[in-house]
């Protein structure tokens, strides 16, 4: 069983940065592609950033030039950095892990997620 679990969370004011954390846990092997999702209140989850095996990045345009996704050297912790947060950035964010597979955009290609982290932007 694979376990994952976001922290960093929290209220930021917009302009300002944030990072989540996603840390991981039990039968895992080696590297895998991983990747951060979102979900805003009456919407549905969306795809924010992703890693794959080989540590190549893939981010939503929503996300692109002010998140960073990352991981570090030990492959148990994921990292989201948030820079320049925006007020519609606000959702709770998940992160995911594909054992099997590569970095997708779709939920259905994650088997495992982490319980969720809130993230608030306020103007």
């Known amino acids: 069983q694979v376990q994952l679990v976001e922290s960093g969370g929290g209220l930021v004011q917009a302009g300002g940065s944030l990072r989540l954390s996603c840390a991981v846990s039990g039968r895992t092997f080696g590297s895998y592609a991983m990747a951060w999702f979102r979900q805003a209140p009456g919407k549905e989850r969306e795809f924010v950033a992703g890693l794959s095996r080989s540590d190549m990045t893939d981010y939503a345009d929503s996300a692109k030039g002010r998140f960073i996704i990352s991981r570090d050297g030990n492959k148990n912790t994921v990292f989201l950095q948030m820079n320049s947060v925006k007020v519609e950035d606000t959702a709770v964010y998940y992160c995911?892990?594909?054992?099997?597979?590569?970095?997708?955009?779709?939920?259905?290609?994650?088997?495992?997620w982490g319980q969720g982290t809130q993230v608030t932007v306020s103007s």
């Open positions: 995911a892990i594909n054992i099997i597979g590569g970095v997708a955009r779709a939920t259905a290609y994650y088997p495992y």
